[in-house]
């Protein structure tokens, strides 16, 4: 259902600082549901695929090297207008213009080392969902044989 979800990964940074519990009780007091979740360690190839679309940008080798770094939670997170509300949430890439109480303010380090990645569109969030989950890992709130 297009709308609803959205998917997030917490970064090896914020692993690595032991922010997964802090950053997963913000998303689920926002009223997120995780319909899907794990914690893995992206190889160079899957973060070079995950993210195809930026190969072109001065940033893009940084962000393989720093995801590919360490373990990542990745997860699919659902409510109505899932990937505005997230990232409303996690707040500006740059952590210094993020506002008060956004993930990204609380617990980035810097902008490469931003705690958190989250879909910027329904059809990426599609995509990126996919990337990381089969249908049968997922438990929507939003289908009802599902859960």
Same mark, same amino acid.
Do not use: W
């Given at each position: 259902?297009?709308?609803?979800?959205?998917?997030?990964? $917490?970064?090896?940074? #914020?692993?690595? =600082?032991? /922010?997964?519990?802090?950053? !997963?009780?913000? $998303?689920?007091?926002?009223?997120?549901?995780?319909?899907?979740?794990?914690? !893995?360690?992206?190889?160079?190839?899957? +973060?070079?695929?995950? /993210? #195809?679309?930026?190969?072109?940008?001065?940033? /893009?080798? *940084?962000?393989?090297?720093?995801?590919?770094?360490?373990?990542? +939670?990745?997860? $699919?997170?659902?409510?109505?207008? #899932? &990937?505005? @509300? /997230?990232?409303?949430?996690? *707040? =500006?890439?740059?952590?210094?213009?993020?506002?008060?109480?956004?993930?990204?303010?609380?617990?980035? @380090?810097? &902008?490469?080392?931003? #705690? &958190?990645?989250?879909?910027?569109?329904?059809?990426?969030?599609?995509?990126?969902?996919?990337?990381?989950?089969?249908?049968?890992?997922?438990?929507? !709130?939003?289908?009802? !044989? =599902?859960?």
């Amino acid at each position: 259902m297009p709308g609803t979800k959205t998917l997030t990964i $917490i970064k090896p940074g #914020a692993v690595s =600082h032991e /922010y997964i519990g802090p950053i !997963l009780k913000i $998303i689920n007091d926002h009223g997120f549901h995780i319909s899907a979740m794990r914690l !893995l360690r992206l190889t160079r190839k899957q +973060v070079e695929n995950f /993210y #195809a679309v930026h190969n072109e940008k001065p940033f /893009y080798n *940084g962000l393989v090297e720093f995801m590919s770094s360490g373990p990542v +939670v990745v997860a $699919i997170l659902e409510k109505k207008n #899932a &990937v505005i @509300e /997230y990232r409303r949430l996690i *707040g =500006h890439t740059d952590p210094s213009k993020a506002e008060p109480g956004t993930i990204r303010k609380m617990f980035a @380090e810097s &902008v490469e080392r931003n #705690a &958190v990645h989250g879909s910027d569109s329904d059809e990426n969030a599609e995509f990126e969902c996919d990337f990381f989950f089969s249908r049968s890992e997922r438990f929507s !709130l939003f289908d009802p !044989l =599902h859960f």
